[in-house]
């Protein structure tokens, strides 16, 4: 793990074909979130109706289609076992990726649910977003290989006021002025999720007290360092670098903030960014 150098938090998952081959890479990348750093030390750089919430649907049911999984605001699917993704909800459709049950630091694999449905066998997919490029990709994983789990909090991002807000129930709970992806090296919009929760010593200081790396990537860097362009929430020690835009296109907030979000949202938490 290369934490103390400056890159992106990496991209988790890759195609099937090798994926198993480059996998430690690009979790080592993962780790080293530093390339979001902003101009010093090499620039220390879903809201709830994107998702279908799961009401127990009528189990037996023999007419295949959507279904509510419950009356939570948004579902992760959490992996358990490695997951394979396919291109529709039927076991012959065709493989797109295969993700590992758990990140190499322990934490499982984990997806933001799109939506719930039941096919003719009575068997539970889940259509989820992707952490990778391009962003917004989607796939449909077996509901046998994952454990959905009810998301209460999503985190919303204002790039026009600079903002970050915590909801609850579609509530504003808190909001925090944040630092954003200068012109050049834009901060993203859409619907992302929490993928990864590090702190140091698993990630550099230069993120401050937290690193909550999102599914989403930069749309104008390859790269941040040795890194893949992966965007996260992080914590600063300069409260100047808050309502400016300062960085490669992560989202900073200052260390009490980023303390606060990394306790109470859990991996698979919506993460909207706006303009």
């Not at 509510?68 to 076991?91: K, L, Q, S």
Request: charged fraction near 20%; include cysteine.
């Amino acid at each position: 793990m290369r934490v103390a150098r400056p890159g992106a938090i990496g991209a988790v998952l890759q195609r099937v074909v090798g994926w198993r081959v480059h996998l430690a890479a690009c979790l080592i990348a993962t780790l080293a979130v530093t390339g979001c750093s902003g101009s010093r030390a090499s620039e220390a750089s879903a809201s709830s109706s994107t998702t279908v919430p799961v009401a127990p649907g009528v189990r037996g049911d023999p007419q295949p289609g959507p279904f509510r999984i419950g009356p939570a605001p948004a579902y992760a699917a959490i992996a358990t076992t490695d997951t394979t993704v396919y291109e529709a909800p039927r076991g012959n459709a065709a493989i797109t990726s295969v993700f590992p049950v758990k990140l190499p630091w322990g934490s499982p694999t984990s997806f933001l649910v799109r939506q719930a449905y039941r096919d003719a066998a009575d068997r539970t997919w889940f259509e989820v977003f992707l952490p990778r490029r391009p962003n917004g990709s989607t796939g449909w994983v077996r509901g046998d290989q994952v454990r959905p789990r009810p998301m209460l909090h999503q985190v919303e991002v204002d790039l026009s006021s600079r903002t970050v807000r915590l909801l609850r129930d579609g509530r504003t709970v808190r909001s925090w002025p944040v630092g954003i992806g200068r012109q050049a090296t834009p901060t993203p919009t859409g619907s992302f999720y929490v993928t990864v929760k590090l702190r140091p010593p698993q990630i550099s200081a230069v993120y401050g007290a937290w690193a909550l790396g999102i599914s989403g990537y930069s749309d104008v860097l390859d790269q941040f360092g040795t890194g893949d362009g992966q965007i996260a929430l992080h914590g600063t020690t300069d409260r100047g670098d808050l309502g400016r835009e300062i960085s490669s296109g992560c989202i900073r907030l200052d260390n009490g903030a980023i303390t606060s979000l990394a306790r109470i949202l859990p991996l698979g938490s919506p993460v909207t960014i706006r303009k």
